[in-house]
């Protein structure tokens, strides 16, 4: 549940797990400090070149080697757009323009929060980047569903491909498990 610290950043001593204002929390006894937790935000892109869309190949763990929506953990003092145009850029080389966010997903469990924005090639040049195998451009008969590396990313292609059809791109709102 916790990515449990063992010592507490203020003064060193152990720190426990305690019963804290209406939950589990990580306490110093010794210097009487609760030290909050917070999900982690993922962000990422949807990017669309003409009718295909970018996925990116992963090169680091976990999920090594499959296919995946560029993303990745928001940086401190970074807006969640950057973090989705940086994340695209280090996974692919190219630059995007957001357009909107396209989907919020949850992942409770891995106490994570994806936001993935709707967004445009500025060209339909796709490089490696440093964290992915390949990259490539992909119709929707040539996504390799069933090596996707994570459910968000499949989410958010589901929900494109649906919303394709009608031609209103909507925000949409998922959890895992999906029901
Ligand atoms: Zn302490």
Same mark, same amino acid.
């Given at each position: ?22 939950? &589990? ?56 757009? &950057? ?39 500025? &060209? ?14 992909f119709t929707e008969e040539e996504i390799p ?35």
């Amino acid at each position: 549940m916790f990515n449990l610290q063992k010592y507490c950043s203020n003064c060193g001593n152990e720190v426990i797990l305690k019963f804290t204002e209406g939950r &589990d929390r990580i306490v110093c006894e010794h210097c009487e400090i609760i030290h909050y937790t917070n999900p982690k935000i993922v962000t990422g892109a949807l990017c669309v070149w003409d009718n295909k869309v970018l996925l990116c190949r992963r090169a680091i763990e976990p999920r090594k080697g499959y296919w995946n929506l560029p993303a990745g953990y928001l940086e401190d003092f970074e807006k969640a757009e &950057d973090g989705a145009i940086r994340e695209t850029w280090e996974e692919a080389g190219t630059e995007i323009e957001i357009e909107k966010v396209f989907t919020v997903y949850n992942l409770p469990q891995a106490n994570q929060v994806y936001i993935h924005f709707l967004a445009k090639l500025k &060209d339909g040049i796709v490089r490696n980047g440093e964290e992915s195998i390949e990259s490539g451009l992909f119709t929707e008969e040539e996504i390799p569903w069933k090596e996707l590396a994570f459910t968000s990313s499949a989410f958010a292609l589901r929900k494109f491909f649906e919303d394709r059809k009608t031609g209103i791109f909507n925000t949409h709102l998922g959890t895992f498990p999906e029901k």
